[in-house]
């Protein structure tokens, strides 16, 4: 079946060390978003890909940041976490962008020690 | 930004029993969605209503639309024990391709 798929879905890290969330899709879709969500809260765009296009939220912390290699794959870097960054991180995919519902993956819950 | 405001923020109700939640935003859209969001997992998508549309229904679902009072509302029929979940609504800007999520509302249905 057509999907996202993001690993791993538990991930622990230590405070300011570097760590990579991968996310990948067979639905072949040009766009790709990444979003934080914390507990209870709406998820949050951090920011997304048109083809190769990247496109950052003002307000995303500099400490984030992201590569797209390909069209199927698409990978979260966080430089140095910090406690405020555990959260769930979901991927989402859609054709085209306007008007199109979004494919989310699983997401990775990511917990900063 | 922070968009949508969804209420109630919280839900419960009995297997059979209708369940309605609404949302309310605050700029001109192109379209409304609503996701379905189990604990601990991804979201779903259950069904996106246009600018220019006023109601639309999906099996059990039925979604309204107004624009004169930016809001809308989801109504989830005969609701069973697998609809517990959270329900957020997100709205697609004009002359953007990005959704901004509301604060959702968390629903749970009793057996």
């Known amino acids: 079946d057509a999907m996202v798929i993001q690993n791993p879905r538990y991930q622990v890290t230590q405070f300011g060390k570097p760590v990579t969330l991968s996310c990948s899709q067979t639905?072949?879709?040009?766009?790709m978003y990444w979003y934080q969500q914390k507990s209870s809260q709406a998820p949050k765009l951090l920011f997304h890909?048109?083809?190769?296009?990247?496109?950052n939220e003002a307000d995303t912390p500099d400490n984030f940041q992201s590569r797209r290699p390909n069209t199927s794959f698409c990978f979260l870097d966080i430089r140095s976490p910090g406690l405020g960054d555990a959260a769930m991180y979901l991927c989402?995919?859609?054709?085209?962008?306007?008007?199109?519902?979004?494919?989310f993956g699983d997401g990775t819950r990511l917990s900063i020690l | 930004s922070q968009q949508g405001e969804e209420d109630p923020q919280a839900l419960s109700i009995q297997e059979g029993e209708n369940a309605t939640m609404n949302c309310s935003y605050k700029t001109s859209i192109n379209n409304l969605q609503w996701y379905r969001q189990n604990s601990g997992r991804g979201l779903v998508h259950l069904i996106l209503i246009r600018s220019n549309e006023r109601e639309k229904h999906s099996g059990r679902l039925r979604v309204t639309l107004d624009t004169s009072k930016k809001s809308s509302s989801l109504l989830i029929t005969a609701s069973r024990a697998a609809d517990t979940a959270s329900y957020f609504c997100a709205t697609e800007g004009v002359n953007t391709d990005k959704l901004i999520f509301g604060t959702g509302t968390r629903l749970q249905v009793f057996p």
């Open positions: 890909y048109y083809d190769k296009d990247f496109n």
């Open positions: 639905l072949n879709h040009n766009v």
């Open positions: 989402a995919t859609s054709t085209d962008g306007g008007g199109q519902p979004q494919h």
